[in-house]
């Protein structure tokens, strides 16, 4: 579990990362179906590209700790779920979109929870390996 949570974090950052550099470089051409949306969604969506890129770099920096923090990984967690929520106002506001879009809504909805499930695996592999180095 502790390997499994140290992968999918590491895997989450670099995809994260490379999404956001995709939209920072990219604007309107990153969002499918958009490439023509004038100036003001190609700004937002740089700029928010930037903050993706971010977000992945906070995933990359809690994989590369030991223990992994489950706090810090709850709370990615929780971020990428409050994403998925957006999406589905979107949607109840504006109907379907881009069926990518769809796609990567489900996403958002799987991993918060494989993530929150396994948020302290490796705080406990930490824990199991005291107790039995003591004993």
Do not use: K
Not at 66 to 88: C, D, E
């Amino acid at each position: 579990m502790s390997r499994a949570l140290r992968m999918l974090a590491w895997v989450t950052g670099v995809a994260c990362v490379a999404i956001g550099l995709f939209h920072v470089i990219g604007g309107n051409a990153a969002i499918p179906g958009e490439a023509d949306a004038g100036a003001t969604i190609d700004s937002l969506g740089r700029f928010f590209g930037a903050i993706f890129a971010g977000y992945g770099l906070a995933w990359l920096w809690a994989a590369r700790q030991n223990p992994v923090p489950a706090g810090v990984v709850r709370w990615l967690a929780a971020v990428f779920l409050l994403g998925a929520a957006g999406r589905l106002l979107s949607l109840a506001a504006h109907g379907w979109p881009h069926p990518f879009q769809v796609v990567l809504t489900a996403i958002e909805l799987v991993l918060p929870p494989v993530w929150f499930w396994l948020a302290d695996a490796d705080e406990q592999r930490c824990i199991r390996s005291l107790s039995a180095s003591d004993s």
